[in-house]
């Protein structure tokens, strides 16, 4: 119903800056979440920042607060995030994802998922 195209990611250096990008399209619903996640080799997926639609108000986990910024579109179909002071822990895999309503903070939460971009961070 929902299709996530992710664009962005690769190679970056320590504190160095990236900026990934997810475009919706399909059967977008008026009230939904947009974001990111991300898992790294032998870790759980956990979420990183997403925006709230058609409010636009971001939110953040730990890790990213201070270096992410998230952001969308005036058509509200699309999930900017933009990293910043990149570390070495924020390497992996980045999954787009989508949740109707509010809900957010855990992957069982999740409809949609994009098919993901590798980020890797070197020091």
């Known amino acids: 119903q929902v299709q996530l195209v992710e664009s962005g990611g690769g190679l970056a250096q320590l504190g160095g800056s990236l900026r990934l990008s997810c475009s919706a399209s399909g059967f977008i619903p008026s009230h939904y979440r947009l974001g990111w996640f991300r898992q790294a080799p032998g870790k759980e997926r956990e979420g990183v920042a997403s925006?709230?639609?058609?409010?636009?108000?971001?939110y953040y986990e730990d890790s990213a607060k201070g270096r992410f910024t998230m952001s969308g579109n005036r058509a509200k179909t699309t999930g900017y995030l933009q990293m910043t002071k990149l570390k070495t822990e924020d390497s992996g895999v980045y999954y787009c994802?989508?949740?109707?309503?509010?809900?957010?903070?855990?992957?069982?939460?999740?409809?949609?998922w994009g098919k993901g971009v590798l980020v890797t961070v070197s020091s």
């Open positions: 925006i709230s639609y058609p409010s636009g108000r971001a």
């Open positions: 994802a989508s949740s109707y309503g509010d809900s957010w903070g855990d992957p069982e939460y999740v409809d949609y």
